[in-house]
């Protein structure tokens, strides 16, 4: 099962039109791991109207309380033991990245 936080998804759940949009995602798991793409995937579903430019995620630092809280949790999340490695990110590589696919995106439009 995937897990999402409230907000985001109450902000994609209240995009409406066919407007262009590019989604940008954090998050403890690696950025190639299955976690990471179907949470895109989840997120893409979302906005199933809007013409989607272009995705990237990549690690970002998990709060301690909530990664102790996944650590003891049965059945432990697949992305806990990645989240450790997502300590320090996004960093300027990550950010590089990112821009590189905005611009991407843009240029194909």
Same mark, same amino acid.
């Given at each position: 099962?995937?897990?999402?936080?409230?907000?985001? +998804?109450?902000?994609?759940?209240?995009?409406?039109?066919?407007?262009?949009?590019?989604?940008?995602?954090?998050?403890?798991?690696?950025?190639?791991?299955?976690? =990471? &793409?179907?949470?895109?995937?989840?997120?893409?579903?979302? $906005?199933?109207?809007? $013409?989607?430019?272009?995705?990237?995620?990549?690690?970002?630092?998990?709060?301690?309380?909530?990664?102790?809280?996944?650590?003891? &949790?049965?059945?432990?999340?697949?992305? $806990?033991?990645?989240?450790?490695? =997502?300590?320090?990110?996004?960093?300027?590589?990550?950010?590089? &990245?990112?821009?590189?696919? +905005?611009?991407?995106? $843009? &240029?194909?439009?």
């Amino acid at each position: 099962m995937h897990e999402t936080q409230d907000l985001p +998804v109450q902000c994609l759940k209240g995009f409406n039109g066919s407007q262009p949009l590019f989604l940008f995602a954090t998050h403890g798991a690696a950025a190639d791991s299955d976690h =990471a &793409r179907i949470g895109l995937e989840h997120a893409t579903n979302l $906005v199933s109207s809007a $013409v989607i430019l272009g995705t990237y995620s990549c690690q970002g630092k998990i709060k301690t309380e909530f990664l102790a809280k996944a650590k003891n &949790r049965e059945p432990r999340p697949l992305w $806990v033991d990645d989240a450790d490695r =997502a300590i320090g990110h996004p960093d300027a590589e990550d950010i590089k &990245r990112l821009k590189e696919a +905005v611009m991407k995106a $843009v &240029r194909n439009l």
